[in-house]
């Protein structure tokens, strides 16, 4: 199936009689490139635009500063928005950063490293674009949270905002923040702000 839709349709979502399994759902995106693709909990494809210029550039900025804190820490691997991950909600999900341990990361076979593998990275980042809705946004970090990370970070550029999440806690919102402290599984890391925002 070949998919054309317009900026201000994205993101949609797409159901089928059965749901797409891993093979059909790679035949899928790749029929389907350079969109973005996750299925959801109810096998519901989200089929999402690229990036526009801006966004990708944050992402490119939030992902230079993880990993190369993960290069020098060593402990474990940081992750593209092109990585999918079969989460315990039999999801598809790809966040826009993420970082898993070595430990967790080296218990898979190299068959499940080489597919949707079946784990959920112990801390991912989320960055809001000009089209996210940032209560969709909210429920996905929910979502994260849920499927086992322990910490989650959403960006939010057009507020200039962080908001952490972790599990059994309400979310911390820091405003305008000049950066942000990893804690957990990446305590250590930091992410400079003004290296995002401008």
């Not at 999801?91 to 949707?116: E, G, T």
């Not at 905002?161 to 804690?183: D, K, M, N, T, Y």
Request: proline fraction near 7%; aromatic fraction near 10%.
């Amino acid at each position: 199936m070949n998919l054309t839709f317009t900026e201000d349709q994205s993101p949609f979502r797409i159901r089928f009689a059965q749901p797409l399994s891993g093979n059909e759902m790679e035949r899928f995106c790749a029929a389907n490139d350079p969109l973005r693709v996750e299925r959801d909990s109810n096998g519901e494809l989200i089929v999402m635009s690229p990036n526009h210029s801006d966004s990708g550039g944050i992402e490119a900025q939030v992902l230079f500063a993880l990993g190369s804190w993960a290069f020098e820490d060593g402990r474990g691997k940081f992750f593209s928005p092109n990585a999918g991950f079969t989460l315990p909600d039999s999801s598809v999900r790809a966040p826009d950063a993420s970082w898993i341990s070595l430990k967790r990361w080296n218990r898979l076979s190299r068959k499940q490293q080489q597919s949707y593998a079946p784990i959920c990275p112990e801390f991912v980042i989320e960055v809001r674009s000009k089209t996210d809705r940032l209560r969709d946004l909210r429920a996905k970090m929910e979502m994260w949270i849920a499927n086992g990370a322990e910490v989650a970070w959403l960006i939010d550029p057009q507020r200039k905002a962080v908001e952490i999440f972790r599990p059994g806690e309400s979310p911390e919102v820091l405003h305008e923040p000049s950066s942000v402290q990893g804690s957990g599984p990446v305590a250590g890391f930091e992410l400079v702000m003004a290296r995002v925002w401008r």
